[in-house]
């Protein structure tokens, strides 16, 4: 003869556990909506675990959308006979873009402003739209509060001055373009 044990799971749910059977019987009022032959209230910590991780994983899918985005390379060319040239690097990091500028034959030691303009380098605003860290000894990294995918909406370029006392005067400047 078999003897059985009662496991209460609430005021709802009995599980009768039959020492000589591995699966308890379930025994459930009329009213209970958790009582189900494989209901486990055990369970619930682990199907909350897996629905966190289901959320998390919406939640920082942008931000691995945005690693899988590739660096756009800008190509700076002199202006002005400068002798100064380069490229401009940009780096997407979601809503923000990494730029970094690399230039040769710089002066040594001289700051010179740069920003990303609206237009070409053919038909620049000469506002700014976005202020870069100026060059020095032909480098500048910055981070701006654009995305890659924005600054491509519309023409943009990266522009050099000579300096901050001389903002006419461009040394060299590359259209941000799409890659091919």
Do not use: W
């Amino acid at each position: 003869m078999d003897m059985l044990q009662t496991a209460s799971f609430g005021p709802t749910c009995e599980r009768p556990v039959n020492a000589s059977r591995r699966r308890p019987l379930l025994v459930c009022s009329p009213n209970s909506r958790l009582c189900h032959p494989d209901h486990n209230p055990k369970e619930k910590p682990m199907k909350k675990l897996a629905l966190s991780l289901v959320l998390a994983s919406f939640a920082i899918a942008p931000a691995f959308a945005a690693m899988k985005e590739k660096p756009l390379k800008v190509e700076l060319a002199a202006q002005n006979s400068s002798g100064e040239t380069g490229y401009a690097m940009l780096y997407p990091h979601g809503a923000k873009t990494k730029v970094i500028v690399h230039l040769k034959g710089t002066p040594k030691g001289v700051a010179q402003p740069d920003h990303i303009h609206k237009g070409t380098c053919a038909n620049l605003d000469p506002k700014p739209a976005y202020v870069l860290k100026p060059v020095v000894d032909g480098k500048s990294v910055t981070t701006v509060h654009v995305s890659v995918a924005d600054l491509l909406k519309e023409p943009m370029a990266i522009n050099v001055h000579e300096s901050a006392q001389d903002l006419k005067k461009y040394v060299a400047c590359g259209d941000i373009t799409a890659p091919k």
